[in-house]
Nanobody
Framework: QVQLVESGGGLVQPGGSLRLSCAASGSIFPIYAMGWYRQAPGKLRELVAVISSGGTTNYVDSVKGRFTISRDNAKNTVYLQMNSLKPEDTAVYYC???????????WGQGTQVTVSL
């Protein structure tokens, strides 16, 4: 099993920044990719950013240039630096890990990000 513990969500004003962290533990090897998804009220969960085991990154168009995903392999932790936040970034953000050749998905509990005055 894989356990994912997220932190870093909260309330921020438009234009502000937040950094999300997700620490993985348990039977975590081999990890294929780590990423962040988000789900706003009434909307489907969407991929925000993903980073492969080799360091390749991919972002949804709406966050390109504002969000940066990174990982610390020594700590089995993935980060999402979010800058220039907009109200439409408001959502519950979920950490995701894909493990093994079958790319089995594991999910964190979610952390709320609210962008508002």
């Amino acid at each position: 099993q894989v356990q994912l513990v997220e932190s870093g969500g909260g309330l921020v004003q438009p234009g502000g920044s937040l950094r999300l962290s997700c620490a993985a533990s348990g039977s975590i090897f081999p990890i294929y990719a780590m990423g962040w998804y988000r789900q706003a009220p009434g909307k489907l969960r969407e991929l925000v950013a993903v980073i492969s085991s080799g360091g390749t990154t991919n972002y949804v168009d709406s966050v390109k240039g504002r969000f940066t995903i990174s990982r610390d392999n020594a700590k089995n932790t993935v980060y999402l630096q979010m800058n220039s936040l907009k109200p439409e970034d408001t959502a519950v953000y979920y950490c995701n890990v894909q493990k093994g050749v079958l790319r089995k998905d594991y999910w964190g509990q979610g952390t709320q990000v609210t962008v508002s005055l």
